[in-house]
């Protein structure tokens, strides 16, 4: 017998849930939702990714950078993800590597995405500039595009 108003059904897939919920900006209940998919799914380059994006989101760039080179290191892992991997990368000042991770998810989205391309070039731009000081960089933001894409903008 079941409660009055409470229907019997499977639950929601936990990375479509971590997928709205990072629509919405609740990246600390998405990291929840992306927990229990890894339960589910096991740790899949979509789980990583979205855990690693969820961190991201929320500031956690060393955990944001462990499991976003984690997904990078499958096959599986599309142009978001290696854009992702390298917003944490220059968000750390790791920039020659940002440039490299950069170059790659434009090889691999065959240029077709703005974002990822816009990163590009403010990381090549910023590695040419070998007197890029601390204030210069704190003319720069990131900012969520879509539910998973991050792109670094120059402040006006």
């Given at each position: ?22 629509d919405a900006g609740e990246y600390e209940l998405a990291l929840q939702a992306y927990s229990r ?120």
């Amino acid at each position: 017998m079941n409660a009055p108003g409470l229907a019997r059904g499977q639950a929601v897939d936990g990375l479509l849930v971590g997928q709205r919920l990072m629509d919405a900006g609740e990246y600390e209940l998405a990291l929840q939702a992306y927990s229990r998919a890894a339960l589910q799914h096991g740790m899949t380059v979509d789980v990583m990714a979205g855990l690693g994006t969820a961190n991201l989101g929320l500031g956690r760039l060393g955990q944001a950078e462990t499991l976003l080179r984690r997904a990078v290191a499958t096959d599986q892992a599309i142009p978001e993800v290696w854009n992702n991997l390298g917003v944490v990368l220059m968000e750390r000042g790791k920039t020659g590597e940002a440039v490299q991770i950069f170059q790659k998810a434009y090889a691999l989205d065959n240029g077709e995405s703005d974002s990822i391309r816009d990163n590009l070039r403010l990381a090549l731009a910023k590695s040419e500039n070998s007197s890029y000081d601390a204030e210069q960089e704190q003319d720069y933001k990131l900012v969520r595009r879509g539910s998973s894409d991050y792109l670094i903008r120059q402040i006006p």
